[in-house]
């Protein structure tokens, strides 16, 4: 993959495989999102970087669980040949293709029974960051996935920068709004029960409305519980990916360790 061009040119195999399937492929945009998408057993065909010395670096100080498979896979290429591809280049001057994970595998995946973790709904999401910034979120706390219903495509390249390579740590799929999991809905908004006085269970399906409009009306419809996120009075409501993050960090508080005894 790594030969050279005439002359100590770009190595042409890797940058023709990049060209090949830069159409069809997901982008993972600098050193972070290779990193995570490696761990989480992204299959990855391409990475290129313009700095490989300091790529293993980096893996060196900070990963080194993928340091070996960064050195087998990461060609370096020089900085026009890389910019001219990834135009954006990120300051780690890496960039991958991934292969997106197969709807299907992720459809089975938020369809499993008995769930241990629960999926986030976001309802008519608008804006690209933070719908990457919840999938970050849902990796972190282990969530089963997000679900996205509306038109936002949740594997956007904007998404999926904001997600740092965390797609593939979830089950990231779009669904017509009639087919969300299944599972006890529990639907945050400003005016449901307070939050702290709920048990949000393994299985729940947690819903959020979109940042203009809020939860559309079938979700509010459909929801078993209506609940809230504590909020002083004059303050309208918090950001999307907050709400989620306060709602997961709740979730996880009722699985806490046991303090360590002194
Ligand atoms: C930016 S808010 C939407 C604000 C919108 N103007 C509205 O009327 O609801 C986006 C979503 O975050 C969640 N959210 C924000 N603040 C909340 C709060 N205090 N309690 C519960 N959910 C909240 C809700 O799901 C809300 O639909």
């Given amino acids: 993959m790594s030969g050279t061009g005439e002359g100590g040119g770009p190595p042409v195999d890797a940058v023709r495989l990049w060209r090949g399937l830069a159409g069809s492929a997901v982008l993972l945009d600098g050193f972070h999102a290779l990193k995570h998408a490696l761990r989480f057993g992204a299959s990855v065909p391409v990475a290129l970087t313009s700095d490989k010395a300091g790529a293993l670096a980096l893996a060196a100080d900070l990963a080194p669980d993928v340091a070996d498979t960064l050195d087998a896979l990461l060609v370096e290429t020089d900085d026009?040949?890389?910019?001219?591809?990834?135009?954006r280049l990120h300051p780690t001057a890496v960039a991958a293709l991934a292969d997106r994970p197969s709807r299907a595998a992720n459809l089975e995946a938020l369809a499993r029974r008995p769930r241990t973790a629960p999926v986030v709904v976001l309802d008519d999401p608008r804006n690209l960051g933070n719908a990457g910034a919840v999938i970050r979120l849902a990796a972190g706390f282990g969530a089963t996935g997000v679900v996205t219903t509306g038109t936002l495509d949740p594997w956007h390249p904007t998404v999926v920068?904001?997600?740092a390579g965390l797609h593939?740590?979830?089950a990231v799929e779009?669904?017509?709004?009639g087919a969300l999991p299944e599972g006890p809905l529990f639907a945050l908004d400003a005016e449901g029960d307070d939050i702290r006085g709920v048990t949000l269970p393994d299985?729940?399906?947690?819903?959020?409305g979109s940042e203009r409009s809020g939860l559309s009306a079938d979700v509010r419809a459909r929801a078993d519980?209506?609940?809230?996120l504590p909020m002083r009075p004059q303050v309208s409501s918090y950001n999307l990916a907050t709400s989620v993050g306060m709602t997961l960090f709740h979730w996880s508080a009722q699985h806490a360790p046991a303090a360590a005894e002194s």
């Fill in 203 to 208: 299985d729940a399906v947690l819903a959020f």
């Fill in 174 to 177: 779009r669904l017509d709004d």
């Fill in 225 to 228: 519980h209506l609940v809230s």
């Fill in 80 to 87: 026009a040949t890389l910019r001219a591809l990834v135009p």
């Fill in 168 to 170: 593939f740590a979830t």
């Fill in 161 to 163: 920068r904001g997600g």
